[in-house]
């Protein structure tokens, strides 16, 4: 069964607009959620986290996402676009249902135009 | 500075070969992970070790091997068996916490191509 859904593979934004990348996922408990991001041949960099706390979680860079358990959601946005933004983002759960394993999306590339 | 390392960070086989990717890392993790990553797939669980001398297999183990004899490194070999290896091999180590993963943490990738 997929744990991860990100609902767009590529999403496209100009300079100075919002961004919005979308994520769904399916849990039985109660799920550990993040995003991370990750440049061309790089590792992978935590952009932000939710674990049970705050449903609106704040990141790095700006970025923002907010778990919403009735519609299975945590989505990522940030105000205005950067170029620097352009990258491979990763939406990722893990619940102890499923030991504790990170279960990742296919991902979704952003592109920033200038 | 605490991290994970992977090297090297790009590696060829020739076809019938075994290789073994490198991943060491300081931050006293506990649980440690392979991951594969393809065009288009995402990232999938090889394998993975919560502590020293075990270890379970993930989605797609098949054709590779690992060991944990130290708790800070879990070197992952891919076998003649692995009928598609090239592909980019990311490492990451997780803690956790009340029962919970707090994040996984990264090394920066080995780029395996086999020629």
């Known amino acids: 069964a997929q744990s991860v859904t990100q609902l767009d593979s590529h999403v496209s934004v100009s300079e100075g607009t919002p961004v919005l990348l979308r994520c769904n996922y399916s849990?039985?408990?109660?799920?550990?959620l993040f995003w991370y991001v990750q440049h061309p041949n790089k590792g992978l960099q935590l952009l932000l986290k939710?674990?049970?706390?705050?449903?609106l979680v704040k990141g790095i860079n700006g970025f923002e996402a907010e778990f919403k358990k009735s519609e299975t959601s945590f989505h990522l946005t940030k105000p205005s676009a950067h170029m620097s933004d352009a990258a491979e983002y990763f939406c990722?759960?893990?619940?102890?249902?499923?030991?504790?394993?990170?279960?990742f999306g296919t991902g979704t590339s952003l592109t920033v135009i200038p | 500075d605490g991290g994970i390392t992977q090297s090297p960070k790009y590696l060829f086989r020739k076809e019938g070969q075994n290789v073994t990717l490198s991943c060491e890392q300081n931050l006293n993790h506990d649980a440690m992970y392979w991951y594969r990553q393809d065009p288009g797939q995402g990232l999938r669980l090889i394998y993975y070790s919560q502590i020293v001398n075990d270890f379970q297999k993930g989605d797609i183990a098949e054709g590779y091997s690992v060991s944990r004899e130290k708790k800070e490194s879990f070197p992952l070999t891919v076998t003649s068996a692995q009928k598609n290896p090239t592909a980019f091999y990311l490492c990451?180590?997780?803690?956790?916490?009340?029962?919970?993963?707090?994040?996984?943490?990264f090394g920066q990738g080995t780029r395996l191509t086999v020629v």
């Open positions: 990722v759960v893990s619940d102890r249902v499923r030991g504790n394993q990170f279960y």
């Open positions: 939710y674990t049970s706390a705050a449903t």
């Open positions: 849990s039985s408990y109660s799920p550990s």
């Open positions: 990451a180590s997780s803690i956790l916490t009340g029962g919970r993963n707090t994040e996984a943490f």
